[in-house]
């Protein structure tokens, strides 16, 4: 019996240990993150620096992880390990067959138990504590690091070289690794930093997820692109520049699938020629050609690259299906642009709960973000654009339509499009 309590006592306060070093490593990983990357404070990183030890841990992070993401996976494994013999020897102490159904019953409620004990202390509290108070979790688990390089250094560079060769058979590019630095805990690590601006938190957030998005979710339709054309005369077109107040124009010969290039109006009065001799095709500027399923970031990067502010959108047929612009996709970043031109409005405004007033032209995936809901729909990217397509023509004053859990009333229209309607969430079936 003694040597049953023994054991009993022997494998739990490994178990406790092997937890205790789990959460070890996990606080200091994210105390090494959050200093090293997610906070903005730089003279707390040059008083670290001055000590050596910490210097050498701050300017060699991504290492630094790799070994404690080691010690992480080992001190799990172990633990499980040790759970077997604990269980078995905590059955023998309280007279359970362990070959017994009960003994079954008994490991599955023991493993419960060990996994959660794990997450909340070996994960969730250390991570709450490294955020926090990183300096101190840091100064805690310095030897800890130190003793867990050294132990596993010739075995990481072991399994490293297996990791690349790995990587290799299957035509990857085994430098692409981005588990050394989690964006996900880049955020976490932003939203629990006050000293970080909300803006900039915004705008960091916003980088993240413009990956999602696809030219089609933010390009002006076709129908509500401002061009000249060639054949209506300088004099028409010009007058049109007045009213639109542009800067930029796709120059079109009959329509917008023969796209000539982009006038930028301030050539146009540049020009010491008269308005009557100008010649248009002359001024016009080059103009790329995109999809509307195209990745926006990489648009961004062809507008950069060119120097460029205007791109055709063409389907796979070659018609024109609208363009896209820098500022439609910096707004993306940065949030609604507005100069001393451009109207106050927003673009959606909550008029009372659940009910909310949206520009026609606002884009499908901006409806969503805002009043948390999902629209399923690819073929048009404003909600003017959705109601059309809906009712299959461009709808009346007034007239409504349901649609999943919205309803859409049209208040203000012209001839060409929706320029505003009343969003209405329902919230069950019976509204």
Not at 106 to 112: E, H, K, M, T
Not at 247 to 257: A, I, K, S
Not at 372 to 390: A, F, H, Q, Y
């Amino acid at each position: 019996m003694n040597l049953i309590v023994g054991d009993t006592l022997l494998f739990g306060s490994a178990a406790i240990l092997l937890i205790l070093l789990n959460a070890i490593f996990v606080g200091s990983e994210f105390s090494l993150i959050r200093l090293r990357y997610s906070h903005f404070n730089p003279d707390l990183l040059d008083k670290l620096r001055k000590t050596k030890r910490f210097a050498k841990i701050l300017d060699r992070v991504d290492e630094a992880l790799q070994f404690l993401r080691l010690g992480i996976s080992l001190s799990t494994l172990v633990l499980g390990v040790v759970l077997v013999p604990l269980v078995s020897s905590l059955l023998t102490y309280l007279g359970i067959d362990t070959g017994g159904v009960w003994a079954g019953f008994v490991y599955v409620a023991c493993l419960v138990v060990a996994i959660g004990l794990n997450y909340v202390l070996g994960e969730s509290v250390p991570r709450g504590v490294a955020l926090q108070h990183p300096v101190g979790m840091l100064h805690a688990s310095y030897w800890l690091i130190w003793l867990l390089r050294t132990l596993t250094f010739p075995f990481m560079k072991l399994f490293g070289w297996f990791s690349r060769q790995s990587l290799r058979m299957f035509h990857l590019d085994p430098h692409a690794d981005l588990n050394k630095l989690d964006l996900e805990t880049q955020i976490l690590s932003m939203d629990e930093d006050s000293s970080i601006p909300a803006f900039t938190q915004r705008v960091f957030k916003n980088v993240i997820s413009m990956r999602e998005l696809v030219v089609h979710d933010v390009m002006l339709p076709r129908n509500q692109i401002q061009f000249f054309d060639i054949f209506d005369g300088n004099e028409f077109n010009l007058e049109l520049s007045k009213k639109a107040g542009h800067t930029r124009y796709p120059l079109c010969e009959g329509d917008m699938d023969n796209c000539l290039g982009i006038v930028h109006i301030k050539d146009v009065y540049r020009s010491e020629m008269e308005v009557q001799r100008l010649e248009f095709k002359k001024l016009a500027r080059p103009v790329i050609v995109v999809g509307p399923d195209d990745s926006l970031e990489l648009v961004l990067e062809q507008l950069l690259d060119k120097r460029l502010h205007m791109a055709l959108v063409r389907d796979e047929f070659g018609g024109t299906v609208g363009v896209v612009t820098m500022e439609n996709i910096v707004e993306q970043l940065v949030g609604n642009i507005q100069d001393e031109f451009d109207s106050e409005a927003e673009q959606i405004e909550e008029v009372q709960e659940d009910v909310f007033i949206v520009d026609g032209l606002t884009p499908i995936h901006d409806v969503e973000e805002i009043l948390n809901i999902e629209i399923d729909e690819d073929e048009v990217s404003t909600l003017g654009g959705l109601l059309t397509s809906e009712l299959g023509k461009i709808p009346d004053a007034g007239q409504k339509v349901r649609l999943q859990n919205l309803e859409i009333e049209a208040m203000e229209v012209d001839e060409k499009r929706v320029l505003s309607a009343r969003v209405r969430v329902l919230h069950n079936t019976d509204d």
